[in-house]
């Protein structure tokens, strides 16, 4: 009887079998195993960004204490993901008074024990052109998109290095690396965000902790709402209703920053919906 001849085995497709694939099969079965049981701390959790982060985060296993003004919104959402099986809470925060934010922290460490993650995430964004002297709308943006990161920081920063371990999360935008018309002002306090967010990151590697800054384009959340110049206000609806992406993009470059190993510190992402070209 004739032997049977076996064919030869690609020396690739072995390789793969004895070293890749293993890899991925680990990779897959632990994907998300530095996200569950992570305490995480949201301002401007009520919609837009923060809701769709505290969603997610959520499906996979953190447990989210939640910060915003619209206090009905927010005990809607944790009540709504609470009953889904989560941990949710919700604190009513205004992000321009430390002494809420400071709130909003030590509930996590009252309820928890600790604090993880804390995502300063509130901003503002009423556009307007210099020669306008929209100074109301000045004050709001610093006050909220560069006081309220700092207190956010302030907040969970003795926590975390008490801890010697955190993360910080800081949101900027495309704005924050970019300056048009009418967005003088937003675009210096994104920008702000940036240095910030690059300062604390030198600031606390004695203490093991890492620091994100994310600058997402256009996103569909109610940031345009906030814009009280009516012309400003009409070009920045249309501009969202034709570019602006899910608000789960950027919940996704959350969990990509946070999921890394503990000795990988994502520090920057940027990004855009493919079709905005500024």
Known sequence: MDSIVKPKENKKVTYYRMVYQPFFLTLKINRMDNIKGKVVVI????????????????????????????????????EELSKNGSKAVAVETDVTDYEQVKRLVDTA??????????????????????????????????DVNIKGVLYGIAAALPYMKAQRGGHIINVSSVAGHRVGPGSSVYSATKYAVRVISEGLRQEVKPYHIRTTVISPGAVSTELPNSITDPATAQSMHEFYKKNAIPADSFARAVVYAMNQPENVDINEILFRPTVQHL
Do not use: C, F, K
């Not at 997610?56 to 919104?73: F, N, W």
């Not at 901003?123 to 004050?139: A, C, F, K, N, V």
């Open 43 to 78: 301002t401007g959790a009520s919609s837009g960004l923060g809701e769709a982060t505290a969603r997610y985060l959520s499906e996979l296993g953190a447990i989210v204490v939640l910060g915003a003004r619209r206090i009905e919104r927010l005990d809607a959402l944790a």
């Open 109 to 142: 460490i009252n309820e928890y024990g600790h604090i993880d993650v804390m995502i300063n995430n509130a901003g503002l964004m009423p556009q307007s052109l210099l020669e306008q002297l929209r100074i109301d709308d000045w004050d709001q943006m610093i």
